[in-house]
T-cell receptor, first 115, second 113 residues
Framework: AQSVTQLDSQVPVFEEAPVELRCNYS??????LFWYVQYPNQGLQLLLK??????LVKGINGFEAEFNKSQTSFHLRKPSVHISDTAEYFC?????????????FGQGTTLQVKP | NAGVMQNPRHLVRRRGQEARLRCSPM?????VYWYRQLPEEGLKFMVY????????ESGMPKERFSAEFPKEGPSILRIQQVVRGDSAAYFC???????????FGPGTRLTVL
């Protein structure tokens, strides 16, 4: 079985500062990894995904994430955040051996960008 | 190109009533997933359907909950005899094929009084 842990429930940061949102997973099989963003009262939007290949993945809105197999991590980073990045961020995994593709989500991290 | 549509966006029911949540996948998508988000928690997988088939319902509560995805029309998540603990946001996602990126709808926020 797979599980996902997002180590920080809330991350406050000032505008234009860098940010890292941490995600660790556990799985006995290879996984696909995802980051989604959820703005208030909206659905989830895909930021980026890792399926295979280069461990550094670039996504939308200037976000990127690095897959580290030895540390079973997939941390999300942005070098300079904007007020509009304030939202809930979810890390998710899907086992590549799964016959369903269902996503297992972490608990979420609230990013609060302050002016 | 419309995204995943869900309706209603907000639904209020009294204990014991039935709730019916609808999901229209993106055009061309035949794979639908339902997830539930309880307050202050992440999303939890409920069920995965393809047209006319339930593929994986391992996340569905054993009683009162059912889902369908008919040949024609939207996917329906049905909750019978709702209880206060059913209050949550229910999200639908669709994908073009198995293992492809899942695109999420805006969700239905169910409140049980």
């Amino acid at each position: 079985a797979q599980s996902v842990t997002q180590l920080d429930s809330q991350v406050p940061v000032f505008e234009e500062a860098p940010v890292e949102l941490r995600c660790n997973y556990s799985s006995s099989v290879s996984v696909y990894l995802f980051w989604y963003v959820q703005y208030p009262n909206q659905g989830l939007q895909l930021l980026l995904k890792y399926l295979s290949g280069s461990t550094l993945v670039k996504g939308i809105n200037g976000f990127e994430a690095e897959f580290n197999k030895s540390q079973t991590s997939f941390h999300l980073r942005k070098p300079s955040v904007h007020i509009s990045d304030t939202a809930e961020y979810f890390c998710a995994v899907s086992a590549d051996s799964s016959n369903t593709g269902k996503l297992i989500f972490g608990q979420g991290t609230t990013l609060q960008v302050k002016p | 190109n419309a995204g995943v549509m869900q309706n209603p966006r907000h639904l209020v029911r009294r204990r014991g009533q039935e709730a019916r949540l609808r999901c229209s996948p993106m055009k061309g998508h035949s794979h639908v997933y339902w997830y539930r988000q309880l307050p202050e928690e992440g999303l939890k997988f409920m069920v995965y359907l393809q047209k006319e088939n339930i593929i994986d319902e391992s996340g569905m509560p054993k009683e009162r909950f059912s889902a369908e995805f008919p040949k024609e029309g939207p996917s329906i998540l049905r909750i019978q005899q709702v209880v206060r603990g059913d209050s949550a946001a229910y999200f639908c996602a669709s994908s073009l094929d198995f293992g492809d990126t899942q695109y999420f709808g805006p969700g239905t926020r169910l409140t049980v009084l």
